[in-house]
């Protein structure tokens, strides 16, 4: 297991001293900050793909959806997810709790499930998405 110092290193901003101390940085609820790989993924799409996704036909706009997909994939593969369509990314962690609340606040049983998007396909949350629990496929 890696030590806190190690995990601590991959934080640019970490490195910061700030009145003769190391940073520490606690107000994760509002903004997170971001390690080194996740900067450079970033940087990366933002450089070279950086367009709207599911909404063009050039390729640009193919590259932002093919990687938007690929993370897509990661985050089902990671959580469990058999149908990576069921992840659903939110701007941060304040919308998907109100969608969820939403969910649960508009429908008479509570978690619905027959949860789908707007074109049908089915979901299912976790804690790293928002939507239905229960979908089936």
């Known amino acids: 297991m890696r030590s806190l110092l190690e995990a ?10 700030i009145h003769g101390h190391p940073l520490v940085f606690l107000d994760n609820a509002a903004t997170t900050q ?19 996704i599911h909404r063009g036909v050039y390729q640009l706009s193919e590259d932002a959806s093919d990687a938007y997909e690929k993370a897509r994939q990661a985050v089902a593969d990671f959580v469990g997810v058999k149908d990576s369509r069921r992840v659903v990314f939110t701007r941060g962690t304040t919308e998907s709790i109100n969608s969820s609340s939403i969910l649960v606040a508009t429908t008479s049983s509570g978690w619905r499930s027959d949860c789908s998007d707007r074109d049908g396909t089915p979901f299912q949350p976790n804690s790293l998405a928002t939507g239905c629990a229960g979908a089936t496929s």
């Open 8 to 17: 601590r290193s991959d934080f640019p901003i970490l490195k910061r001293v």
């Open 34 to 52: 971001k390690p080194q790989p996740v900067l450079n993924a970033l940087l990366e799409f933002l450089t070279h793909s950086n367009a709207n």
